[in-house]
């Protein structure tokens, strides 16, 4: 019932009776009292001299995990061809993240589905290569991180290029939990460059800290502190080139900021701020 609604154009979350009854193999009506133990909020209309009974799941998001559970019973075989028909399928982009996380991802022929395509990249004249962090990867690292299969994200986040940019307009902070999850599963990068608002220092520290020969990074803070900056260059040994696009800076903070600067031996320091110093 969950599934083949996400799948209908356009995608049902309201369902008659009919379409109830025949889920559920009923041989007669639907019985007045059945509502699935519950997981079905149960509407009655009166449409003249006929009431019409209509059915819902609490949340779209209960519907979208319904289905995946529905896929993970499958054989593996039914599995991938669906995953092969319905991969690029807007409708159930949250459902293959639920059943990420119900399989752990653990279908070899699913991973190859889902995980094959090339990032989107930049060819520079030199001959080297940047990748770039969008939205459509950004999904898929969520969902690398709901199946917290750590073997297969590493085997994934290896493909990155050693210089990697980021083309999304906004990253919240459960964005950054999950780009530090995937991207601290690397240990090549040398070049992260995402000069916008919101990183979180520790999460971006983590990355910092297994990736050993990361000699440039931009990243933005909303509001970078003392110890902010003493957890980023603690996990930074081989830094050389730094921009910091930050939000606010506490004045009480800028002296001790330099003092923690002057400690590395950077060939180049950018300090960016939005607000002026008072």
């Not at 969950?2 to 019985?31: M, Q, R, W």
């Not at 030199?126 to 950004?138: A, C, H, N, P, T």
Request: with cysteine; net charge negative; charged share 20%.
């Amino acid at each position: 019932l969950c599934l083949n609604g996400l799948l209908s154009d356009p995608k049902i979350l309201v369902f008659d009776e009919k379409t109830v009854g025949g889920a559920f193999e009923f041989e007669g009506p639907v019985p007045e009292d059945f509502d699935c133990m519950g997981l079905l909020n149960v509407h009655w209309e009166e449409v003249g001299d006929t009431t019409i009974r209509t059915y819902n799941l609490q949340h779209a998001t209960l519907q979208e995990f319904l289905s995946a559970e529905k896929l993970k019973c499958l054989p593996e075989k039914e599995q991938e061809t669906f995953w092969s028909a319905n991969m690029n399928n807007p409708a159930v982009t949250m459902v293959f993240r639920f059943y990420c996380g119900l399989t752990g991802l653990k279908s070899e022929a699913v991973q190859k589905v889902g995980f094959s395509k090339p990032l989107p990249n930049q060819i520079f004249k030199d001959g080297s290569k940047m990748d770039y962090i969008d939205q459509s990867v950004l999904v898929q690292f969520y969902s690398l991180f709901e199946s917290q299969n750590i073997p297969f994200t590493e085997q994934v986040v290896q493909r990155l290029s050693p210089t990697l940019g980021f083309r999304i307009c906004l990253i919240h902070s459960s964005d950054w939990m999950v780009l530090s999850h995937c991207l601290s599963k690397c240990s090549h990068l040398q070049d992260i460059r995402y000069p916008f608002i919101y990183a979180v220092a520790s999460d971006i520290s983590k990355v910092c800290q297994n990736n050993p020969d990361l000699v440039r990074l931009e990243i933005g803070f909303e509001e970078f502190l003392v110890d902010d900056a003493k957890t980023l260059f603690q996990s930074t040994q081989a830094l050389e080139m730094l921009t910091l696009n930050v939000s606010e800076v506490e004045a009480t903070s800028l002296s001790a900021l330099a003092e923690v600067f002057s400690l590395r031996k950077l060939k180049e320091l950018h300090l960016w701020m939005a607000k002026p110093i008072l």
